[in-house]
T-cell receptor, first 116, second 114 residues
Framework: DAKTTQPPSMDCAEGRAANLPCNHS???????VYWYRQIHSQGPQYIIH???NNETNEMASLIITEDRKSSTLILPHATLRDTAVYYC?????????????????FGTGTQLKVEL | GAVVSQHPSRVICKSGTSVKIECRSL??????MFWYRQFPKQSLMLMAT?????????EQGVEKDKFLINHASLTLSTLTVTSAHPEDSSFYIC??????????FGSGTRLTVV
């Protein structure tokens, strides 16, 4: 998996948009960008993923730059419950990669603190 | 959405005993499951990859005889911590591989060895 770089921490006011950046300058052509978050003492939760195009779901939006070297996760209206560590990961999906299961390697992530 | 059920959520055991942690994929078949360990204020560290019907692959530095992994079916993988010691106290998390949709994680097991 290519390495990613994220700021160690960010603060956001409740109700405002939280924009979490991620650099993945060595991403290869068949690697997807995935975002997960981990609320304290729970297993990580899938948020969103994308390859080239911007993506949106009920949780967040993912903006990927045209050169794919960086991306931004946007939580449009952050709430206190969004306080968590957010992980940006790049990987090749298993069905594309030959040879079996493709392990997911976690970096240090960004600790997002949403405050009143 | 896809669910991975992990049990127990918390366990306290005496030093020298063994503890088994179960992970079940409830609504998808997980040919591959991954086991992670997380110490306080640290990121998740991959311990091993378990493939249904074959031997697990362990990451460097993880003792395969201490952390026994069994993946006997497409919906069940188990991790047994044998002869547990206080330094094995940690948060253990499993995940199932859902291909393009990434991984679905269990809720984690907090192991405390006293």
């Amino acid at each position: 998996d290519a390495k990613t770089t994220q700021p160690p921490s960010m603060d956001c006011a409740e109700g405002r948009a939280a924009n979490l950046p991620c650099n993945h300058s060595t991403i290869s052509g068949n690697e997807y960008v995935y975002w997960y978050r981990q609320i304290h003492s729970q297993g990580p939760q899938y948020i969103i993923h994308g390859l080239k195009n911007n993506e949106t779901n009920e949780m967040a939006s993912l903006i990927i730059t045209e050169d794919r070297k960086s991306s931004t996760l946007i939580l449009p209206h952050a709430t206190l419950r969004d306080t968590a560590v957010y992980y940006c990961i790049v990987r090749v999906p298993t069905e594309i990669l030959t040879g079996g299961g493709n392990k997911l390697t976690f970096g240090t992530g960004t600790q997002l603190k949403v405050e009143l | 959405g896809a669910v991975v059920s992990q049990h127990p959520s918390r366990v306290i055991c005496k030093s020298g005993t063994s503890v088994k942690i179960e992970c079940r994929s409830l609504d998808f078949q997980a040919t591959t499951m991954f086991w992670y360990r997380q110490f306080p204020k640290q990121s998740l560290m991959l311990m091993a990859t378990s493939n249904e019907g074959s031997k697990a692959t362990y990451e460097q530095g993880v003792e395969k005889d201490k952390f026994l992994i069994n993946h006997a079916s497409l919906t069940l993988s188990t991790l047994t911590v044998t002869s547990a010691h206080p330094e094995d106290s940690s948060f253990y998390i499993c995940s199932g591989d859902r291909g393009t949709y990434g991984y679905t994680f269990g809720s984690g097991t907090r192991l405390t060895v006293v």
